[in-house]
């Protein structure tokens, strides 16, 4: 075997990449087609039009529904009427929480309803419910300070002032069993949100198989001060409780998946999605309607327009988000060994308003991936979106980043997401079409320059391994 043969075409090759890379920056080298790409969407109608079937027509999608199973069929329809191909919808196993009935209302010192949601894996009351006297704490270093003595028999009340999120949503998470160590008969929680107009907000709780499982909801800001104000003015307040909520064995679901093959390296991949599920009340159109419409009417744009890219871009709804996780590791599983070939990923999970940029993790080199990956945030300086900051990836794309593939997030304001996030107000009227335009803009110019860059991503971010 002639090694020099072989050996000066590959030297060639690399030397027409090093070449590439050094003709300029991504934003000079992709200006025209990002712009091209950013013209094409601010001047979009069919991703509101997709978005207002999959909230309005087919409605919230929790995991083991049949709206979920009508969505993803849908799904796998309009991927088809794109000319995506390889258009698949791997069977996934997905948790199925049915909420039943619900209600719940103070007794004493007055008579009056409360406005609830159960969360999610929540178990039932008994069948005439619970009646107990409720404790409201304001952290959980107040609920231990009050002990066994104060909390055995009571419904504990968790009114946690928001802090942001992920500083709040804990409460949420873990405190059921918390409560629960101290012997508490039920939790009810402050809603995870900074503003209320008598919304709950529900979303999943983690019962630790260390204590009780013990029935859980979300009241209203509104409900949780009132019992608060009650309490602090001496007052022992009673409230009953009654919930049909149930877990069903696991059903069966799908993420969706359809791709535009890469032109030269096919084998690489760029991923980019939302998660198709919801809970379920609203419409899921902000939590994830709008990341699922959003990459696939850029995948729709990028090729409407003939930019095929040098690599795969994959587009996938996942399944099974909210209450599992079930999609994110079943896409692993599907992908077996070629994740070595994903390149990136982009998950879009935190609503469609007003775009600001990106966020990106990555292991080995994240200062280089930074670096290259603002040239292309640059393109989107246009719409007030090139913003790329430390940061990125999300619950579907985790099992993927932990195998390496660089991940990112596409950031928005968030001035309103959690006003109605997990809520009945989620609806598709909250999304506008001029941010859902600008999110289809900064999604298709990121993956396109992703998965047609000389250099892959992945391969800036190991460079100085």
Known sequence: MNHRAIALPACAALAAGLLAQNAGSLAEQYHDRASKLIDASLADQGGMERLSYLCDRIGNRLSGSAALDKAIAWAAAQMKADGLTNVVTPRVKVPHWVRGNESASLLEPVNKPLTILGLGASVATPKRGITAEVVPVSSFEELDRKGRTAIEGKIVLFNVPYEGYNRTVVYRTTGPSRAARLGAVAALVRSVTPLSLQSPHTGALEYSDAFPKIPAAAVTIEDALLIQRLVDAGNPVTAHLE???????????????????????????????????????????????????????????????????????????????????????????????????????????????????????????????????????????????????????????????????????????????????????????????????????????????????????????????
């Open 243 to 465: 919930m049909e909520a149930r877990t069903l064995p696991e059903a069966d679901s799908a993420n969706v998946i359809g791709e535009i093959p890469g032109r030269e390296r096919p084998d690489e991949v760029v991923v980019i999605g939302g998660h198709l599920d919801s809970w379920d009340v609203g419409a899921g159109a902000q939590d994830d309607g709008s990341g699922c419409i959003t990459a696939l009417e850029a995948a729709h744009i990028i090729r409407q327009l003939g930019l095929t890219p040098r690599r795969t871009l994959r587009v996938v709804f996942w399944t099974n988000e909210e209450n599992g996780g079930a999609g994110g590791e079943g896409y692993r599983v599907w992908a077996g060994d070629t994740v070595k070939n994903h390149v990136a990923a982009i998950e879009m999970d935190g609503g469609a308003e007003k775009p600001t940029g990106f966020g990106i993790s990555a292991t080995g080199d994240l200062q280089a991936a930074l670096g290259r990956v603002r040239e292309i945030g640059a393109l989107l300086d246009r719409i007030d979106a090139g913003s790329i900051q430390p940061g990125g990836g999300g619950a579907d794309i985790a099992p993927i980043m932990a195998e390496g593939v660089p991940g990112l997030a596409l950031r928005t304001v968030g001035t309103h997401y959690f006003d109605w996030h997990h809520s009945r107000a989620d609806t598709t009227d909250k999304v506008k079409l001029e941010d859902l335009r600008a999110n289809i803009a900064a999604m298709a110019v990121m993956a396109y320059v992703l998965a047609d860059m000389p250099a892959p991503l992945r391969q800036v971010t190991s460079s100085t391994r």
